[in-house]
């Protein structure tokens, strides 16, 4: 625990006893980071800036004005116990962002995972799950419980409601609010989000190939047209399909979940 001697605090910082800042930190004008805070190298806090709780920030993250890290849940079942943050490393979390530590009924821990970009005003919730290179837009708020797989993308002033997940690379248009579980690559949009396709642009920008793109295609088809429940159209997918991407859509349907599906239109 301490200061390294390579970080830089400014004068009207406060970082209190027991806080652990490593290498090359750069803690800007008015920041506060409490005593049970772990800054890794290269941190930047940039002003106004508050670390709280028992919080993790990865390597190389960036915090922009008046964001605040590790406070309490906003859980009424919250009773103070200790519970954690651990943001990875690399992200870049911009002006007011709010990340709240986890609940003892949810696991203890919440955890943002590596690469991402946290806009103006998003929210993370106790005991989220958040993977690598998401994007959460300004003013959207993952609630409780949310399990976002890596490269998702949530569009700007949008809601996920708490115990929902979100397969990886999958698309929240803008001012939608998510209340079923969204399938890995699937594009959702609209006041109350439906499943409108597949993030086809996402798929062609990561260069998975036509071959995946089209098996994928097919795939969404039979899940919005195939006889039988959503779950047994996954199933059906399961014993046919050779494609890694439709294997994971599989997957993630028939897994466990506290949610049901945004279905194909």
């Known amino acids: 625990m301490g200061i390294d001697a390579t970080a830089d605090v400014h004068p009207s910082a406060i970082v209190e006893d027991g806080a652990t800042i490593g290498a090359g930190c750069r803690i800007g004008p008015f920041c506060i980071v409490g005593p049970e805070a772990t800054l890794g190298a290269d941190v930047i806090l940039k002003s106004h800036v508050v670390v709280t709780g028992m919080t993790e920030i990865g390597d190389e993250t960036e915090i922009f004005p008046h964001s605040v890290i590790g406070e309490i849940p906003q859980d009424k079942k919250f009773k103070g116990e200790p519970t954690r943050l651990v943001v990875g490393k690399g992200n870049r979390i911009r002006e007011g962002v709010t990340m709240n ?7 203890g821990l919440t955890r943002v995972g590596d690469g991402g970009l946290f806009m103006t005003g998003a929210h993370v919730a106790h005991d989220a799950v958040v993977g690598d290179r998401v994007i959460v837009a300004n003013q959207a708020a993952i ?105 994971e859509i599989v997957e993630f349907v028939l897994a466990a979940s506290d949610r049901h599906f945004l279905t194909p239109g």
Not at 151 to 180: C, E, F, K, P, Y
Request: proline share 2%; charged share 20%.
């Open 101 to 107: 530590t986890g609940t003892e009924g949810g696991g």
């Open 143 to 247: 609630a409780g419980h949310c399990v976002i797989e890596d490269d998702v993308i949530i569009g700007g002033l949008s809601g996920i409601h708490q115990w929902v997940r979100v397969g990886r690379g999958a698309i929240i248009g803008a001012i939608t609010m998510v209340t079923n579980d969204v399938i890995p690559y699937g594009l959702v949009q609209g006041p109350r989000g439906d499943l409108h396709g597949l993030n086809l642009v996402g798929l062609k920008r990561r260069g998975v190939a036509r071959s995946d793109i089209t098996a994928l295609r097919a795939a969404y088809q039979m899940l919005a047209q195939g006889e039988g429940t959503f779950q047994d159209r996954a199933q059906r997918l399961s014993d046919e399909t050779e494609s890694e991407y439709v294997r």
